[in-house]
């Protein structure tokens, strides 16, 4: 590359090809997600660049921790979603498992880091199974304290 210029970002399959963690961890579309694709929504389904399952690949790595579930990349930016219990003793656990992904990105996974969403908000607990945290709650207020509130599906346009 010759001085001067900016080196391109990495498209999502390239970032995840080059983030030892989840090297061998890409699929296409929302197949990560598996029986939760159906929590994301997407306008244009052909632009989705591909999905990682995070938990699933990195639990042999990261035993004991809190782990975050998915990223997909969509019209060129990475979202990550946990697909979570939207319970009030569940509010720690997920505020715990968004610090994992936000020290996870800025020290293993640098290039998937560089591609997060900027357009919108880049993290997202889904409710995987209804919401039973009470509005005026202390749980709900340290969610929304913590930049995290649970959405019963994730739509983008």
């Not at 990261?62 to 979570?84: A, I, M």
């Not at 039973?132 to 509130?149: D, E, F, T, V």
Request: hydrophobic share 35%; net charge positive.
């Amino acid at each position: 590359m010759s001085k001067g210029k900016k080196q391109a970002k990495d498209t999502f399959k390239e970032a995840v090809k080059n983030t030892p963690d989840v090297s061998n961890a890409y699929c296409p579309g929302l197949q990560a997600l598996g029986g939760y694709s159906n929590k994301v929504v997407l306008q244009d389904p052909g632009r989705c660049e591909g999905s990682v399952d995070i938990d699933g690949t990195t639990v042999a790595i990261y035993p004991q921790d809190n782990r975050w579930d998915y990223c997909f990349s969509y019209k060129g930016e990475t979202f990550f979603v946990e697909v979570h219990s939207a319970d009030t003793g569940e509010v720690s656990t997920v505020i715990r498992k968004l610090q994992w992904l936000k020290d996870w990105l800025h020290n293993k996974a640098p290039r998937i880091n560089a591609i997060k969403a900027t357009s919108r908000h880049p993290f997202y607990w889904v409710q995987s199974n209804g919401f039973h945290i009470l509005p005026n709650s202390a749980q709900y207020r340290r969610a929304i304290q913590n930049n995290i509130k649970p959405v019963a599906r994730l739509a983008l346009p």
